[in-house]
């Protein structure tokens, strides 16, 4: 389902090297932006908040909560 500005959405908990990164939760998207991900592509990224605190994530790792 395509991710609109405003939805509720649903992430994993992301760990790197066996480190817990962030929690899975809860929060809303704020801005969709395109970044450039190889030579010729652009990926998704949503801005997410939750408690106040914002962060990036890529728009296929999250999931649209109706």
Known sequence: M???VG????YKAE?????LIREAGVGR???????PF????KKEV????ENSQQFEIITNGIQVIK
Do not use: F, P
């Not at 760990?15 to 480190?19: K, P, R, T």
């Not at 998207?29 to 970044?35: L, M, R, T, Y």
């Open 15 to 19: 760990y790197s090297c066996g480190q």
């Open 46 to 49: 949503a801005v997410v908040e």
């Open 2 to 4: 395509k991710v609109h």
């Open 29 to 35: 998207v704020v801005e969709i932006k395109q970044i």
């Open 7 to 10: 939805d509720r959405v649903s």
């Open 38 to 41: 190889t030579l010729r592509t």
